[in-house]
Nanobody
């Protein structure tokens, strides 16, 4: 099994910055993709940013130029640097990883429990 532990959420004023971290542990052979999703009250969960094993990145249009996703392979950790935060960025942010497990065929998807990000105006 794999556990994802997020940290770094909190309350910040509009225009401020936060950095989220997501550390993975468990029987991981390799990580295919890692990403951040968010879900605001009354809305569907949406992709914020994703990074592949080859370090290709993808961002939601709403965060391009403000958020940066990065990874530390040695630590099985991804980060989301969020700058110029807006009230509409307020949501629970979830870490997501698609992995290959040691000794098992196929790929598996895991989610963290989420971390709250609140941006005040």
């Amino acid at each position: 099994q794999v556990q994802l532990v997020e940290s770094g959420g909190g309350l910040v004023q509009a225009g401020g910055s936060l950095k989220l971290s997501c550390a993975a542990s468990g029987s991981i052979f390799s990580i295919v993709t890692m990403g951040w999703y968010r879900q605001a009250p009354g809305k569907q969960r949406e992709l914020v940013a994703q990074i592949t094993s080859g370090s290709s990145t993808d961002y939601a249009d709403s965060v391009k130029g403000r958020f940066t996703i990065s990874r530390d392979n040695a630590k099985n950790t991804i980060y989301l640097q969020m700058n110029m935060l807006k009230p509409e960025d307020t949501a629970v942010y979830y870490c997501n990883q698609k992995v290959v497990l040691t000794g098992k065929a196929g790929t598996y998807i895991y989610w963290g429990r989420g971390t709250q990000v609140t941006v005040s105006s």
